[in-house]
C-alpha cells in the first residue's frame, strides 16, 4: 500500500466516523455545543471530527482528516450512550 493509499483510507474512515458520530447525536436530539459540553470537549473539537477535518494543514493549505484520540473517541462514545466498539464496528471494511 502506497502512502497516497493509506492517507485516502484514513480519510475515508475518519468520514464514516464522523458520519456516524453526526447521525447518534442527532438521534439523541443533542447539538453539537451539547455533545461537547457533556464530553468535556470543544464544540470545535465536535465539529471538526463530524466534518472529517483538523487544524493542521498540509504544504499546499489543505487540512488533514479528523484524527482523535483515544479518550477523545471514549469521551464521545460515552456521551452518546455506545461503546467505542460500537462507534468503530466495521469502519475499516467498505
Known amino acids: 500500500m502506497t502512502s497516497t493509499e493509506r492517507r485516502q483510507g484514513l480519510r475515508d474512515v475518519s468520514a464514516v466516523l464522523g458520519q456516524r458520530v453526526r447521525k447518534r447525536r442527532?438521534?439523541?436530539?443533542?447539538?453539537?455545543?451539547?455533545?461537547?459540553?457533556?464530553?468535556?470537549?470543544?464544540?470545535?473539537?465536535v465539529q471538526n471530527l463530524e466534518?472529517?477535518?483538523n487544524?493542521?494543514?498540509?504544504?499546499?493549505g489543505r487540512t488533514g482528516p479528523a484524527n482523535p484520540r483515544l479518550d477523545t473517541l471514549w469521551s464521545i462514545a460515552t456521551t452518546?450512550?455506545?461503546?467505542v466498539s460500537e462507534l468503530l464496528d466495521g469502519i475499516d471494511r467498505p
Open 26 to 45: 442527532e438521534a439523541l436530539g443533542l447539538s453539537q455545543e451539547e455533545l461537547a459540553h457533556r464530553s468535556g470537549l470543544s464544540r470545535n473539537q
Open 51 to 53: 466534518k472529517n477535518r
Open 55 to 60: 487544524n493542521s494543514r498540509d504544504a499546499n
Open 80 to 83: 452518546l450512550e455506545i461503546t
